[in-house]
């Protein structure tokens, strides 16, 4: 084999445009010209994404449609279809997995594999990658153009895909890493947002290089804590093993549509939202032992924002109770803004018995489970929200991936 030096871990797959690629796949009028994915078609309203052709008029992500507008004269709108996208997610997930199996969904629109053996050096690296591309555009769709990064670590990876768009292919292994990226403004570095990048800059930071020329102690001190030790040793190419996320709780939230705007109607949308966390819940082979709900009004000058603890579940119907037990006093006469979420999640095979569960109840809401998972979202609800259940549908966004069976607008 080649020197370690020329070794490659990583292979990480960014997703061109997703939303708006999507979009273009399904419908062929569409292609070519340049787009834009809305929540709706109105000035006001902020783009979720721009096809490729309207990036290059200056149309992003967060653009306002007025703005757009001005920007690029005849672009195109078109509202989210978020089912289509978690299809085609899950499709190109598949098609990755045939070629190299994904070893960490990172968003909708990014995956990683992780290379071993020989496929570490750097041209068998390289012919993976482009049959990864072949495959998804054969298999997929022609539209579906990606941007893939190969390095010694996740955060080169994703940093070397980021350098040619769209449909690039950039390896960068680790001698090559301060040749690709000294030069560049500190920015590219995942995690670097504009407060960090304003933080650094103020300090004298714009380069990657001057971060680089920092050992990881001066790092830790400069980005104030062991983050710094941690992105020291991934910019100097080594591949730092990364703590799992351990998710602490779940939580729904919800703009109430003007009819709904009573103490009523939130309620009914609260109800909705519990039940969906508490399929999340049983799904997730886990329990909650709290529950917060709030509700807002435009002002914030009145509001409901209250807890309550209890021995753990995931019985939807006890759920259901203390949220109603929750809201029955003090809840705004307007209320705008409504949320609930559960904490102290524990996995089922810890569970301790409860003297107040109700097994007819649990075996219920486990019956809905199978029912809706089978014949469809909202198959089997609970009488409470059955005025709303046409409201509070999921909503994609980059960082969370639906269930291909979950209600959609």
């Not at 078609?41 to 992003?60: C, H, L, M, N, Q």
Request: with cysteine.
């Amino acid at each position: 084999m080649s020197s370690t030096q020329n070794f490659l871990k990583y292979l990480l797959v960014d997703l061109n445009s997703f939303f708006a690629s999507c979009e273009q796949q399904d419908n062929p009028k569409l292609r070519n010209k340049p787009i834009a994915v809305v929540p709706m078609v109105t000035d006001s309203a902020t783009i979720i994404a721009s096809s490729v052709e309207a990036k290059r008029k200056g149309v992003k992500t967060l653009t306002k449609v007025g703005e757009a507008k001005r920007l690029c004269p005849g672009i195109i709108f078109v509202e989210g279809h978020h089912k289509r996208y978690t299809e085609y997610h899950h499709k190109i997930v598949k098609a990755v997995d045939e070629i190299c199996p994904v070893e960490k969904v990172l968003s909708i629109d990014e995956m990683v594999c992780e290379l071993i053996g020989r496929e570490m050096v750097e041209s068998t690296a390289i012919e993976i990658a482009r049959k990864i591309k072949h495959h998804i555009e054969t298999t997929v769709g022609e539209c579906l153009t990606t941007s893939i990064g190969l390095g010694p670590n996740i955060m080169i990876a994703k940093m070397a895909s980021d350098l040619v768009k769209p449909n690039g292919l950039v390896s960068v292994p680790p001698h090559k890493i301060g040749e690709t990226f000294d030069h560049l403004p500190i920015e590219i570095i995942s995690g670097i947002g504009p407060n960090m990048k304003r933080n650094l800059n103020a300090k004298g930071f714009h380069t990657v290089g001057q971060l680089r020329a920092l050992n990881p102690h001066q790092l830790k001190a400069v980005w104030g804590g062991v983050v710094g030790l941690r992105l020291g040793e991934e910019l100097a190419g080594r591949d730092v093993p990364r703590a799992e996320n351990v998710t602490k709780g779940m939580s729904h939230e919800h703009v109430l549509p003007p009819q709904l705007r009573n103490p009523q109607g939130g309620t009914e949308i609260l109800l909705k939202l519990a039940t969906k966390l508490s399929a999340r819940l049983r799904e997730g082979k886990q329990k909650c032992k709290s529950l917060h709900v709030y509700m807002k009004d435009q002002y914030g000058l009145d509001s409901l924002d209250k807890t309550i603890s209890f021995a753990e579940t995931d019985d939807t119907f006890f759920i259901l109770q203390q949220v109603k037990k929750l809201t029955e006093k003090g809840s705004p006469e307007r209320p705008v803004k409504v949320g609930v979420g559960v904490s102290g999640l524990s996995n089922t095979n810890e569970e301790q018995l409860s003297l107040f569960a109700d097994p007819k109840t649990q075996k219920l809401g486990h019956v809905m489970d199978i029912i809706n998972k089978k014949y469809g979202a909202n198959t089997l609800i609970p009488a409470e929200f059955l005025d709303v259940t046409d409201q509070a549908k999921v909503k994609i966004s980059f960082n969370h991936i639906p269930k291909i069976g979950d209600e959609f607008d």
